[in-house]
């Protein structure tokens, strides 16, 4: 839970945007337990190469 408050701190002085937890708190709560799942499987890196390819950006 202290992971939100740096979190939501680099949302609006880093990013310059809103955290989607205040706009809609099911999705983001929903996205959190789905990251999670993903990291503890080992599959996180997967699930980023694969959004980084459907936004066409190439993985470092």
């Known amino acids: 839970m202290s992971g939100y408050g740096f979190a ?3 949302h609006y002085f880093v ?3 809103r955290p989607a ?3 809609h708190p099911l999705w ?3 996205g959190d337990f ?3 799942g993903l990291m503890c499987a080992g ?3 997967g699930e980023v190469a694969r959004c ?3 936004q066409g950006k190439s993985a470092p």
């Open 15 to 17: 990013e310059k945007n």
């Open 43 to 45: 599959k996180m890196d």
């Open 8 to 10: 939501w701190f680099a």
């Open 52 to 54: 980084r390819e459907l």
């Open 28 to 30: 983001s709560l929903l």
């Open 21 to 23: 937890t205040f706009t």
């Open 34 to 36: 789905k990251m999670f």
